[in-house]
Nanobody, 122 residues
């Protein structure tokens, strides 16, 4: 498995969840991004982080609530999601960037994991 996302679930508004993306060692020098796709909508950028855990970036809609981090020893990238809202409901995907740093465009990513579903009830 190249990239494997997990940690989704059903939570209530205001709750927290932490998603994990286990990446193959070959991606250790690549940026990693999180994207999400809500029902009936296009997939959108959520957050990204550089190969060394630096240069985090976020979509405006999650800034201040979500935190992306990286554990290089475990080859895992995390997305801590706090103060979840019903509009955060989506399938969340992690992906490996073609560069050392993540970008906000899907075209910046070459490998994608399977998604993990996050459902936030009101």
């Amino acid at each position: 498995v190249q990239l494997q996302a997990c940690g989704g679930g059903l939570v209530q508004a205001g709750d927290s969840l932490r998603l994990s993306c286990a990446a193959a060692r070959r991606f250790s020098n690549n940026g990693v991004g999180w994207f999400r796709q809500a029902p009936g909508k296009e997939r959108e950028f959520v957050a990204a982080i550089g190969w060394n855990g630096g240069n985090p970036s976020y979509a405006d809609s999650v800034k201040g609530r979500f935190t992306i981090s990286r554990d290089r020893l475990k080859n895992t990238v995390y997305l801590q999601m706090n103060t979840l809202k019903p509009e955060d409901t989506a399938v969340y995907y992690c992906a490996s960037s073609i560069r050392a740093y993540g970008g906000q465009s899907q075209g910046d990513y070459s490998y994608w994991g399977q998604g993990t579903l996050v459902t936030v009830s009101s």
